[in-house]
C-alpha cells in the first residue's frame, strides 16, 4: 500500500538525522515559495536537483512521484494564460494568451516542482516512523504526530478490508457498470468500511487501555548522530539565506 | 489448619446485556480464578467468551454482579486502571493491539505507560522479544508482519507488562502448526495464571490443566461437561463402522 521504497537507500541524505531533514525541508520549501524572481527560482531548482543527486535516488522513481503534480500544472497551463489580463503574447484561434499569465503558470511550475523534489530528497527518504519520531523531538503536538502515526499504520488494513469487500462482491458476479445497483454496491462497501474502521477504533482503544493507555503519548528517543548534522543545516541555511538576499536585492 | 486461599479473580453473578439487544450474553455468570490456575475455555461463537474478557478487564461494564480482582473489590474506571497492567489480555485480532509503526515501539508502549524511562522499556522489550526468539523483528514495520509473527509480537507487548495473569482471546486463530507449537512452548515456560479461549482442543490441552465451557452467559465447569477427543485403531478401521 504505501511502498516506503525510496527510504532503503543508504546515502548522504539517508545518514542524516530525521530532524534535521525535516526542518531543511521546512525552510528551504517556504523561502522558495515566496520567491518569484526567475534567477533565483532557477537556482532552487538546481538546489534540489543537488539534494535529489546526494539522496542517490534512481530518476524513475523520482519521475513517477512527480507525475500527480505534473497534472495538476498541465491544467494550470491550460487555463492561466488565457484567462489571466494583461499583454497579449500570443493568440491562439478565438484565446489570447497573455505574457503574466505565462510568467505566473512558469514561476508556479518551478515552485512546485522544486518543492516537490525537496521532499522528495528529504523527507521520503525516511519512513513514517522516523517522520513521527522526528516530529515529536520538533515538538509537534503528540496528538498530531499520534494522528500521522495511527493513519500509517491502519491504512493498509482498511486497504485490506476494501478489497476483501470489492472481491466479495466480485465473487457473487458484480461487475461494476453505470448503473444504480453498482452505485449502490459502492455505497454500502463505503458504509461498511467506514463501520469496520469505527469498530476498530474502538477495539484498539480497548488495547490501548488494557497496556495502561492514560491519555499521554511517550516515544522511544533514539536520535540518528551523525556529526555531519550540523553542517549539512549551516550549509542549507546558508544558501537559503544567499537566495533570500538575491530576491530582495533583484527587486 | 485450613488454607483460605483468596481467588486472583473472582466474578460473583456478572450479568451483561449490549445496548440494543435483550439477549443476556452473560447471565448470572460466577468464575473463581487461582493463582496458577490454567484454565481453558472451549464454547460455541457468540457464547460469552470474550465479553467475560473485556468484563474482567473493565472494558465492558455489567449490569450487575461484583468483580474481584487481587481481593479487592473493582468496579470504577480508576480501580481498572490499577489491575489492568497486571492482567495482559491477548486480542482476536492482533491488529487491533498492535498499533505503533514499528515492532519494538509497540512493545515498550506497555513499559513506557508504567512510567519506565525510554532506555528501561527499550530494554524490557528487546528482553521479551529475545526471549521469544523474535530479537530479529525489533526494528520491522508493524504492519507488514506475517500473522504468525504479528501474533507473537502482541504476546509480547503483553508480556511486557509483566502480568500475573493472561487472558488470551483465540490465541490460535489462523495459525498453522509450527507457531501454534512454538506457543505452546513459550506459555508452558511462563508462570502466569492463564486462562485461555480456543476453539483447538489439543491446543487447549496442552497448555491447560481444565477446560470450561460456556453456555447460556454461564460457565460449565469441567465436572459438569467433558469436551474430548481421541484416536485409536483397531482392525478394519478403514471401514464405516459404529461404537457400541
Known amino acids: 500500500m504505501i511502498d516506503e521504497q525510496l527510504a532503503l537507500g543508504d546515502s548522504f541524505i539517508h545518514r542524516l538525522s530525521p530532524g534535521v531533514r525535516v526542518v531543511a525541508a521546512l525552510v528551504v520549501s517556504f523561502s522558495l515559495a515566496l520567491s518569484n524572481d526567475f534567477y533565483v527560482l532557477g537556482l532552487y531548482f538546481i538546489l534540489a536537483l543537488i539534494l535529489i543527486g546526494l539522496a542517490s535516488l534512481p530518476p524513475g522513481a523520482v519521475f513517477k512521484r512527480l507525475k500527480p503534480m505534473f497534472l495538476f500544472v498541465l491544467m494550470i497551463w491550460v487555463i492561466l494564460p488565457f484567462t489571466f489580463k494583461g499583454e497579449a503574447f500570443a493568440h491562439l484561434g478565438p484565446f489570447t494568451a497573455t505574457r503574466p499569465g505565462l510568467e505566473l503558470c512558469l514561476r508556479i511550475s518551478i515552485k512546485s516542482v522544486s518543492i516537490l523534489l525537496v521532499f522528495i530528497a528529504l523527507l521520503a527518504t525516511m519512513t513514517v516512523a522516523a517522520l513521527g519520531q522526528a516530529l515529536h523531538r520538533l515538538k509537534v503536538p503528540n496528538k498530531l504526530v499520534f494522528l500521522l502515526l495511527m493513519t500509517y499504520r491502519y491504512i493498509a488494513v482498511i486497504h485490506g478490508e476494501y478489497t476483501r469487500l470489492v472481491r466479495a462482491a466480485r465473487f457473487r458476479g458484480f461487475v461494476p457498470g453505470t448503473n444504480l445497483h453498482s452505485y449502490k454496491t459502492y455505497a454500502y462497501i463505503a458504509g461498511m468500511l467506514f463501520v469496520r474502521a469505527s469498530l476498530r477504533a474502538q477495539r484498539v482503544h480497548k488495547a490501548m487501555l488494557c497496556r495502561g493507555f492514560n491519555g499521554r503519548f511517550y516515544t522511544l528517543e533514539s536520535p540518528v548522530e551523525n556529526r555531519l548534522n550540523p553542517y549539512f543545516m549551516a550549509v542549507i541555511a546558508g544558501l537559503t539565506l544567499a537566495l533570500i538576499v538575491m530576491e530582495i536585492l533583484g527587486k | ?244
Open chain 2, 1 to 244: 489448619m485450613k488454607i483460605v486461599k483468596t481467588p486472583v479473580i473472582r466474578l460473583e453473578k456478572i450479568s451483561f446485556t449490549y445496548p440494543g439487544s435483550t439477549a443476556k450474553v452473560l447471565d448470572c455468570l460466577d468464575l473463581d480464578l487461582y493463582a496458577r490456575d490454567r484454565i481453558g475455555m472451549m464454547a460455541p461463537n457468540g457464547s460469552g467468551k470474550t465479553t467475560l474478557f473485556h468484563t474482567i478487564m473493565g472494558l465492558c461494564r455489567p449490569d450487575s454482579g461484583r468483580i474481584e480482582i487481587f481481593g479487592r473489590p473493582v468496579s470504577t474506571e480508576v480501580e481498572f486502571q490499577k489491575v489492568r497492567s497486571k492482567i495482559g489480555l491477548m486480542f482476536q485480532d492482533a491488529d487491533d493491539q498492535l498499533f505503533c509503526p514499528t515492532v519494538v515501539d509497540d512493545v515498550a508502549f506497555g513499559p513506557l505507560n508504567l512510567g519506565l524511562t525510554p532506555k528501561n522499556a527499550l530494554k524490557k522489550a528487546r528482553d521479551i522479544l529475545a526471549a521469544l526468539g523474535i530479537a530479529d523483528l525489533e526494528p520491522a514495520i508493524t504492519h507488514r508482519l506475517s500473522g504468525g509473527q504479528k501474533r507473537l509480537v502482541a504476546l509480547a507487548s503483553v508480556l511486557a507488562m509483566e502480568p500475573r495473569v493472561l487472558l488470551l482471546d483465540e490465541p490460535t486463530a489462523g495459525l498453522d502448526d509450527k507457531v501454534k507449537e512454538r506457543l505452546v512452548e513459550i506459555l508452558n515456560t511462563l508462570d502466569v495464571t492463564l486462562l485461555v479461549i480456543a476453539h483447538d482442543f489439543n491446543f487447549l490441552t496442552s497448555i491447560t490443566d481444565r477446560v470450561f465451557s460456556m453456555e447460556n452467559g454461564r460457565i460449565l465447569l469441567d465436572d459438569e461437561v467433558s469436551v474430548h477427543q481421541h484416536e485409536h485403531m483397531h482392525k478394519l478401521g478403514n471401514r464405516p463402522h459404529k461404537h457400541v
